[in-house]
């Protein structure tokens, strides 16, 4: 199972993970009191890997395929709307495909400023 | 010997009412094809007579077992017969099926199964055999047993006396089981569960679908130590059922939820912070690993600590609540409702209804940017604070609150906006309060804000959305746009010290763009709205109205 995300319409990112070592592992479950500190350090350092937001590199088929399923979920909106993707979410559980779309029409109105429609919410 | 003769008995005193049953003798007419009246006449003992009486009562798909042996070992041979009677019964004279099972009803009484035991204690194997307690309430106490059949209903069942466990064979399924008690370990745990129904059920920990197991004899379980363990709940059932800690759905990796239907479902633990169930895993460990919540509603249901999708493992898990996932009226404390620790995701795509957690909730982590809520929330509440998306609140906010006007202060942490500096406030956010510092994204605010309220630091380091009534206190409505033009639309809302753009500029920048009105408070003065909305008037602290 691997959940995408996407905020920008044909962008998807994954989650990356922190690539843990034996010792970091063995470090995590180490009940020495002495080892305390490094364990400590160690949850700092994951948690900076992660305050980058990593995504793994996702392959071009998979983009493909999630660019279609998400086009095919995809509202129409209405005459002289725009759309805004706010968030989508896929995830491809073997077979199964499963996601969310936020999204809203928009109105850009001459002044420059927005006219945001209600949200909407697609599941599937 | 006819009617005369009793009436001389009886006139002669020899009517007796107890016998010695072995050796008194009874007349009988022995048939006798080869006489001519056809019969011989003969004797049997009292005592064998009764033995030839079937004393039981039974129909073509039931057999009742009265309990009412000398002993606990007596009931159990009893029950033994009887469930050996159903084994081979063919009611109607058809199999048995789901349209034709054999009921075994059970009186209220002890039970004593052990003579029978296999390897986890008596097994009911066969299916379509029910097990129901004649009272239907749980009455029939059983030692440990092991329900390997399918396509079968146990009602009225008590194991806890002794610690005793209800066991389910990982390969069965359609079992319901009603009214039954049991102690630590049971129900389904340690294996993955599929088409169950538990109605009115208690167990102690570790039960109704819980992986978390230390330590061997388990049934179906390798200890942690050598193999990940993994649980799955699939198309089951729960109402009103009780549990202790890590149950309905806690693993040390793995647990998924997926197509079931938990109602009035309650963990109850003396400590809340150890509940850790409805879909938990994690044990705190280095391990990766996946709590995933799919097609599943949670009505009126609750727990403590580490529930409803919670993962607590430290690197490379991940918590999913899925769009099609609902909750209704149910609540929790710390860590719930999409929640995962340093190092793992959390995302809380469901609907969620008037449900109270306490802090570290909805769709958050903590220390990283990996928690969404894209969701629906509704009506619902975080006492404390930290929730509804750590980096990302993209989902409907409809009525939703973080901490409390009276209890306030402390930092939020809310509606997309998590520490360190991360956060996005992009979906739809209607009456919704956070009362803390830090919340409607810590980094941008980009979505739609309607009669919402925060404190220092909410609406966005940027702000590029529309604000409708909103109100905060310092820094707040894009506090560091520097060198930046101010492109949300901000309708009658109100700011402390250094709103609206925390830049020299800002004001000017708002009058230039033509947006509409907006209030601001700056120390002692406050600005607020009249007339056309493109027009800007500040009214100071002395009340005097000053246009810019």
């Known amino acids: 199972m691997k959940t995408y995300r996407s905020s920008q319409e044909g962008v998807w990112t994954t989650p990356a993970h922190y690539p843990i070592t034996e010792a970091e592992t063995a470090l ?9 500190a490094a364990k400590e350090a160690l949850k700092e350092t994951i948690a900076a890997f992660y305050a980058t937001n990593p995504s793994e590199e996702i392959s071009t088929e998979v983009v493909e395929q999630l660019n279609s399923i998400y086009n095919s979920h995809k509202p129409e909106v209405g005459e002289g709307e725009t759309y805004e993707l706010i968030s989508a979410t896929i995830t491809l559980r073997g077979e199964k495909v499963s996601g969310l779309i936020n999204c809203r029409p928009v109105i850009l109105k001459e002044d420059g400023s927005k006219d945001l429609k209600t949200q909407m919410q697609i599941r599937f | 010997m006819d009617i005369l003769n009793f009436i001389s008995w009886i006139k002669g005193g020899r009517q007796v009412s107890t016998v010695d049953a072995s050796k008194t003798l009874v007349p009988l007419g022995l048939r006798d094809a080869k006489r001519d009246d056809g019969y011989l006449a003969g004797a049997i003992t009292v005592e064998d007579l009764l033995a030839l009486v079937d004393t039981s009562i039974q129909g ?11 002993t606990a070992a007596e009931n159990g041979a009893e ?13 109607y004279g058809s199999a048995k099926s789901s349209s034709n099972e054999y009921t075994i009803l059970v009186a209220p009484g002890t039970y004593d199964m052990s003579a029978y035991n296999g390897a986890y204690g008596w097994e009911i194997d066969a299916d379509y055999v029910n097990v129901i307690s004649l009272s239907g309430i749980a009455d029939v106490v059983l030692t440990t047993f092991l329900v390997s059949s399918s396509f079968c209903t146990i009602k009225g069942i008590d194991a806890s006396p002794n610690n005793g466990q209800i066991l389910i064979d990982p390969s069965t399924t359609s079992i319901t089981f009603d009214t039954c008690i049991a102690s630590d370990f049971s129900f389904g745990a340690g294996i993955t569960m599929n088409g169950h129904t538990f109605k009115n059920c208690t167990a102690g920990s570790n039960s109704f679908g819980s992986s978390m197991v230390l330590f061997a004899p388990i049934p179906f379980v390798t200890p942690p130590q050598s193999t990940p363990q993994t649980v799955t709940i699939q198309a089951c059932t729960f109402e009103n059922c009780v549990a202790g800690s890590n149950s309905f759905g806690a693993a040390f990796v793995d647990a998924g939820i997926i197509d079931s239907t938990f109602n009035k479902c309650l963990v109850s633990t003396t400590d809340p912070s150890l509940a850790s169930s409805f879909g938990y895993a ?8 996946t709590v995933y919540i799919a097609g599943t509603t949670f009505t009126d249901c609750k727990s403590g600590w580490y529930s409803f999708g919670c993962h607590t493992g430290f690197v490379g898990a991940s918590v999913l609540i899925e769009s099609n996932a609902v909750f209704t009226n149910c609540k929790a404390e710390a860590h719930t409702f999409g929640y995962s620790s340093t190092g793992n995701t ?6 969620f209804k008037n449900c109270t957690a306490l802090i570290f909730s909805f769709g958050y982590t903590r220390m990283t940017r990996q928690g969404m809520a894209s969701g629906t929330f509704e009506n619902c509440t975080l006492i404390n604070n930290e929730g509804f998306g750590g980096y990302e609140a993209s989902g409907l906010f409809i009525n939703c609150r973080v901490g409390s006007p009276t209890t306030g202060g402390g930092f939020a942490y809310a509606f997309g906006a998590a520490d360190p500096g991360a956060g996005y406030a992009s979906g739809t956010f209607t009456n919704c309060a956070a009362y803390g510092f830090f919340s409607f994204g810590n980094q941008t605010a980009n979505g739609v804000f309607t009669n919402c309220i925060g404190s220092s630091a909410a609406f966005g380091r940027l702000a590029d959305g529309i604000f409708n009534n909103c109100v905060a206190s310092g820094s707040a409505f894009a506090w560091d746009t520097t060198g930046l033009t101010v492109a949300g639309q901000f309708n009658h809302c109100i700011g402390g010290q250094n709103s609206f753009g925390n830049d020299d500029n800002t004001l000017t920048n708002y009058l230039l763009s033509g947006r509409a009105a907006f209030c601001i408070k700056n120390y002692g003065d406050y600005y607020t709205s009249s007339g056309a909305p493109t027009v800007l008037q500040c009214v100071n602290g002395s009340n005097v109205v000053v246009t810019i």
């Open chain 1, 28 to 36: 995590f479950n180490s009940e020495d009191s002495a080892d305390d």
């Open chain 2, 60 to 70: 073509e798909s039931y057999i009742v077992v009265k309990g009412d042996g000398a």
């Open chain 2, 79 to 91: 029950l033994k017969a009887a469930y050996d009677i159903a084994v081979a019964s063919t009611p």
């Open chain 2, 282 to 289: 994690g044990n705190f460990g280095p391990s990766g690993g």
């Open chain 2, 346 to 351: 959390a995302e809380a795509l469901g609907f």
